[in-house]
């Protein structure tokens, strides 16, 4: 017998930060903890900055912006991409980085709480970036520290930083075919509902004009009420469904999302949607339209049973999961020199460096 996992098997989502206690961004000192600090004007300054970090990011000059500043890296879920890429924009700053990865790693395990954690860790950093698997803890955990906080992920909840460097690439992907973000047409496929990633994205083409957003999931994982009902008050359209060859037929973006199989209550449950949406070359070939973008937050499931972003799909060019990596480090400069105020002050701390070799490809 198949078992069809219900509602009451699945613990109920719960977003964070509730309206009365958004605090909307200053930049300078700010808490980066939710995309609904930001407004349309917000966005657009991260994304100019961004754009003065390609220079550095591609180690062609280099700046000692942050010398002498310590970015605390506490990572208590696995990560590669968030991880590594705060940490080497805030090197490539001129900054030092110091990380605890894991609760094994902490002492947080011996019982010490996000409290102490958080008044400790900002005697010792200028900025700290964390992941934590419970929906706002990040949030807890600023409430407490001396210095800005940036949400690295927290649970099912939100991936502020992730969303503002998905937009980024939208952004760019669309300008090279002549487009701006409004009027995008996207499908959003997979785990919608423990998918943060996909939350927070939502939530940030709010902000943008008449976007139609085509959500693909299995019945049991379907985007949280809320942000659906977010995205329809702000004058967007909303399709739902659970068809994948008919959902990416007429879209400018397909961002495919991994089953979320660390939030399921066990591998057994999560099991039962993994490889239930596959995007390869010949789905893509046949339902999408010429130049449809493909987006994934990464990590993709590679495995066998899961693939829900082929490999047969690298050469093809609309294929943007690599530049949305890669856009991940300029965009987390951006928050950097705006969170610590130094951005008027990059290009005076720089020099061209003597060591760049083009990257290959
Ligand atoms: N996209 C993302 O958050 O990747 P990591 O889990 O590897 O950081």
Request: glycine letters at 6%; one cysteine or more.
């Amino acid at each position: 017998m198949v078992l069809s996992p219900c509602a009451e098997t699945l613990p109920p989502i719960i977003m964070f930060p509730k309206h009365e206690e958004i605090i909307k961004v200053q930049f300078a000192g700010s808490n980066i903890l939710s995309v609904h600090q930001f407004e349309r004007a917000d966005v657009e300054r991260i994304f100019s900055v961004a754009d003065n970090m390609l220079p550095y990011a591609q180690r062609r000059r280099m700046t000692k912006v942050l010398d002498g500043a310590i970015l605390g890296s506490m990572f208590f879920e696995p990560s590669t991409r968030t991880r590594v890429s705060f940490g080497s924009a805030f090197n490539l700053l001129g900054g030092e980085v110091r990380e605890t990865t894991g609760f094994e790693n902490s002492s947080i395990a011996k019982g010490e709480s996000l409290y102490d954690t958080a008044r400790v860790l900002s005697g010792y950093s200028d900025a700290i970036v964390m992941r934590h698997p419970a929906p706002g803890s990040v949030s807890e955990f600023s409430a407490a520290s001396r210095v800005p906080v940036i949400n690295g992920g927290d649970g099912s909840n939100e991936h502020p930083s992730q969303a503002l460097l998905d937009l980024y690439t939208i952004k760019s992907e669309l300008a090279e075919r002549g487009r701006g973000i409004d009027k995008l047409r996207i499908a959003m496929v997979g785990d919608l509902r423990h998918g943060r990633t996909v939350h927070s994205l939502c939530k940030l083409l709010c902000l943008f004009k008449d976007i139609q957003v085509v959500l693909v999931s299995p019945k049991e994982l379907t985007m949280p009420a809320e942000i659906v009902e977010e995205i329809r008050s702000s004058g967007h359209q909303v399709l739902e469904s659970e068809a994948l060859e008919e959902s990416i037929a007429h879209v400018d973006i397909v961002y495919s999302t991994r089953i979320q199989e660390e939030r399921f209550a066990s591998q057994t449950e999560a099991d039962l949607y993994r490889g239930r949406f596959r995007l390869n070359q010949s789905v893509y070939t046949s339902h999408c339209e010429p130049n449809t973008i493909i987006m994934h937050p990464l990590p993709r499931d590679s495995r066998d049973n899961a693939r829900e972003l082929d490999d047969d799909l690298n050469d093809n060019p609309n294929l943007a999961i690599f530049r949305q990596t890669d856009n991940g480090v300029l965009v987390r400069m951006a928050l950097f020199v705006l969170v610590l105020d130094v951005v008027d002050q990059v290009d005076s701390h720089a020099r061209d460096v003597n060591w760049y070799i083009e990257r290959r490809f």
